[in-house]
């Protein structure tokens, strides 16, 4: 019965520090919102529970096998969010964020909350400043070339 508290407590945990990061994905239209960032907390948490647990009872086995095999399972999901268009990679940050989801589970399910913390509080502020920065750059560019324009059109008729 102590296993099934304490995994509903750190599933708990999981769910609301996925969820912090996943909101600006949902807002913003991107693919892998908030169910999918949850669903591969929980899913790493379970994982990085179970590889604990399965070396406490057995006395053997290498825990971190489980571990690296989800690093390296999410590489492969986060893959499906890449994509071209107009000669523009886009989805690497959806990916990233769905990266840092499993390391925020993985690191819960470890008894590291603290770092599962940071993590959702680093991620959701970077990919807030970063569309704050792209705002504020795009801006500008538009109104160098703007600007940029109207020289050429004064050039042209002096």
Not at 112 to 129: A, K
């Amino acid at each position: 019965m102590k296993l099934f508290y304490e995994s509903l407590i750190k599933m708990s945990i999981t769910i609301l520090l996925t969820f912090i990061p996943s909101i600006e994905r949902e807002f913003r239209s991107h693919p892998g919102g908030i169910t999918t960032h949850m669903l591969l907390g929980i899913g790493s948490c379970m994982f990085t529970i179970l590889s604990i647990k399965i070396q406490q009872q057995n006395n053997e086995g290498d825990i971190t096998r489980i571990a690296a095999q989800i690093v390296s399972g999410m590489g492969f999901l986060g893959s499906a969010t890449v994509y071209k268009s107009d000669n523009f990679v886009k989805g690497i940050n959806t990916a990233a964020s769905l990266w840092v989801a499993t390391a925020i589970g993985m690191a819960v399910g470890g008894d590291m909350w603290e770092l599962g913390l940071l993590g959702s509080l680093f991620t959701t502020l970077i990919l807030l400043f970063n569309n704050c920065y792209k705002k504020c750059l795009y801006n500008y560019k538009r109104k160098d070339s703007e600007d940029s324009q109207d020289d050429i059109f004064i050039a042209d008729i002096n």
